[in-house]
């Protein structure tokens, strides 16, 4: 049996408690079912990871390198008050809330698959709201080609920062188009659940069909440019993270093959299964890449 949504809900019970009593009755009767019925276009049917799976085993550097070690230490991340400064080549830069970028009303339920450059993988219902919308909200100007992204540097919440494992803090970046597709979100909550923290809590990105390391967590800053960021896996070892990190069983990492995954969870024996073209969504993000050059611009 899949679970969905509607299956495994408390009627959204975590929702923002503002929102909720504002928007009455008919919103306490509804969600659950009209952001099951948004989310089948996009999502997959495979069944989802457990919570305790998608929560326990992460990456998560500001933590630890170790799988467990988000878990273990994450919940010494202040999430609130939090606030997401947006600016760069947009008609209103500021200080957003996290309310302001996904309020409830706007929320989706999103199954995706998560592929990890490790080789590993889960699938994972976000909940969240397309990116595309965030940036209609600020306006994008035209000259605008590249989103860059940031994550909290708070050493003394945060660890792992206080060692140089990589360039603090965690810097990514996606072409305006990636940005704007309507695949790429910003989750806030997993499950029934507001997002934990070693999953990124309060916002991060989720962009399906590339390596998991481009989904950045804990999302302080966002900044339109004209030029391509340097993100920080790339910028720390460019023969090995490329900018744009699609899924790509024909690409092998260097030091490993990307052809195979496994697949948390499926059992000692039975977990290990093919990697798919765009993490299997070529149909809706193939064209984005029409004409260039795969190998090169892995
Ligand atoms: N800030 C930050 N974001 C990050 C990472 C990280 O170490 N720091 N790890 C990335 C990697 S490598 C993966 S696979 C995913 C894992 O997301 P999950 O733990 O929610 O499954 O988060 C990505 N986002
Ligand atoms: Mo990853």
């Given at each position: 049996?899949?679970?969905?949504?509607?299956?495994v809900?408390?009627?959204?019970?975590?929702?923002?408690?503002?929102?909720?009593?504002?928007?009455?009755?008919?919103?306490?009767?509804?969600?659950?079912?009209?952001?099951q019925?948004?989310?089948?276009?996009?999502?997959?049917?495979?069944?989802?990871?457990?919570?305790?799976?998608?929560?326990?085993?992460?990456?998560?550097?500001?933590f630890?390198?170790?799988?467990?070690d988000?878990?273990?230490?994450?919940a010494?991340?202040?999430?609130?008050?939090w606030?997401?400064e947006?600016?760069?080549?947009?008609?209103r830069?500021?200080?957003?809330?996290?309310?302001?970028?996904a309020p409830?009303?706007?929320?989706?339920?999103r199954?995706?698959?998560l592929?990890?450059?490790?080789?590993?993988?889960?699938?994972?219902?976000?909940i969240?709201?397309?990116?595309?919308?965030?940036?209609?909200?600020?306006g994008?100007?035209?000259?605008?080609?590249?989103?860059?992204?940031?994550?909290?540097?708070?050493?003394?919440?945060?660890?792992?920062?206080?060692?140089?494992?990589?360039?603090?803090?965690?810097?990514?970046?996606?072409?305006?188009?990636?940005?704007?597709?309507?695949?790429?979100?910003?989750?806030?909550?997993?499950y029934?659940?507001?997002?934990?923290?070693?999953?990124?809590a309060p916002?991060?990105?989720?962009?399906?069909?590339?390596?998991?390391?481009?989904?950045i967590?804990?999302?302080?800053?966002i900044?339109?440019?004209?030029?391509?960021?340097?993100?920080?896996?790339?910028?720390?070892?460019?023969?090995?993270y490329?900018?744009?990190a699609?899924?790509n069983?024909?690409v092998?990492h260097?030091?490993?093959?990307?052809?195979?995954?496994?697949?948390?969870?499926?059992?000692?024996?039975?977990?290990?299964q093919?990697?798919?073209?765009?993490?299997?969504y070529?149909d809706?993000?193939?064209?984005?890449?029409?004409?260039?050059?795969?190998?090169?611009?892995?």
């Open positions: 049996m899949k679970l969905s949504w509607s299956d809900t408390p009627k959204a019970a975590w929702l923002n408690r503002r929102n909720f009593m504002a928007a009455g009755a008919a919103f306490a009767a509804g969600p659950a079912v009209a952001m019925g948004k989310a089948s276009k996009f999502s997959t049917d495979q069944d989802p990871n457990t919570f305790e799976e998608i929560t326990n085993y992460n990456n998560f550097y500001e630890g390198t170790g799988k467990e988000p878990a273990r230490h994450a010494a991340m202040t999430t609130d008050p606030s997401v947006i600016g760069g080549l947009v008609d830069p500021g200080a957003y809330g996290v309310e302001d970028l409830d009303a706007a929320l989706e339920e199954i995706y698959r592929r990890c450059v490790e080789a590993w993988s889960m699938v994972i219902p976000w969240g709201v397309p990116l595309a919308s965030v940036l209609d909200k600020v994008v100007q035209p000259s605008a080609k590249f989103v860059a992204f940031e994550t909290l540097y708070r050493p003394d919440e945060m660890n792992g920062q206080k060692y140089p494992i990589l360039d603090w803090p965690y810097r990514e970046g996606l072409r305006i188009d990636e940005a704007m597709h309507p695949l790429t979100i910003l989750a806030t909550g997993l029934s659940d507001p997002l934990p923290n070693q999953n990124g916002i991060r990105l989720v962009v399906p069909w590339k390596y998991g390391f481009k989904s967590k804990s999302i302080v800053k900044t339109l440019t004209d030029t391509q960021p340097v993100a920080t896996w790339q910028a720390m070892q460019p023969s090995e490329g900018f744009y699609n899924v069983p024909q092998n260097p030091r490993w093959s990307q052809g195979t995954e496994r697949r948390i969870g499926a059992g000692l024996f039975g977990g290990r093919e990697t798919l073209m765009f993490n299997g070529a809706q993000v193939a064209s984005l890449y029409a004409g260039m050059d795969l190998m090169k611009n892995y």
